[in-house]
């Protein structure tokens, strides 16, 4: 479907689309790295450059979201970089996930919304454990009639496999399918798989591709 004239897709929408599928990480919550660099600060400080910190957490989270490494094997690296002093092995989750925030307050009256009249799904590229606890913590699980993470199968967004393998798991057609994300290569991708492709702006401040909305609740005005 194509993007070049979206008012004409936006009036497609209600009649073509049966699922809505959303990103975690910058759509639904907000993202990891400022809960990194805030996590840093507070336990430990910064003992080498944030740049080379984000790197090496960078790195170990790509493992880790493909399911290469267990979170507690990418804790013991990470804590081979930076000293967190102040925080005791084994609550290095429970202090970083505390500081990722819903990224809007009404998110869960929205996707209540949506799944009253769409299959909801959720695909992300994520650590299978953390999304969940955050999906829990924020009582969102039970919106999603699918949930997808990068590590639970071992690819990661913008591979086309992760797109056609939430569609199979929602039992929707790709091209009857939306996805919601921050990212332009995540909605390349899903483009490319054939579902179509809606921007909210985030890790990503503008893409070239997509249906742009501003919140998560705007889509309960174009959907």
């Known amino acids: 479907m194509s993007n070049e004239h979206p008012e004409v897709s936006l009036v497609l929408l209600p009649t073509s689309i049966q699922a809505v599928v959303f990103d975690l990480g910058g759509v639904l919550t907000t993202g ?31 493992e880790a979201s493909l399911g290469h490494i267990h979170p507690d094997e990418l804790w013991r690296r990470f804590r081979q970089s930076v000293e967190l002093g102040s925080l005791p092995v084994g609550q290095e989750d429970q202090e970083f996930l505390s500081r990722i925030h819903l990224r809007e307050p009404d998110i869960a009256a929205t996707l209540a919304a949506l799944k009253e009249r769409y299959i909801v799904g959720l695909l992300s ?38 797109y056609e393998r939430i569609c199979q798991l929602l039992d929707v057609p790709p091209e009857h399918s939306v996805y919601i994300a921050d990212e332009e290569e995540d909605l390349i991708g899903c483009q490319d798989a054939g579902m179509f492709p809606i921007f909210i702006p985030g890790e990503d401040a503008s893409s070239s591709v997509g249906f742009r909305v501003e919140s998560v609740s705007d889509l309960l005005h174009v959907l």
């Open 32 to 62: 990891l790295g400022e809960a990194l660099a805030d996590m840093v600060q507070v336990c430990g400080g910064l003992s080498i450059p944030w740049e080379r910190l984000s790197s090496v957490m960078g790195s170990l989270y790509i």
């Open 125 to 162: 590229n994520h650590v299978g454990r953390w999304a969940r606890a955050l999906l829990e913590r924020f009582a969102l699980m039970s919106f999603f009639d699918a949930v997808l993470i990068s590590s639970d199968i071992g690819a990661r967004k913008p591979d086309l496999l992760t």
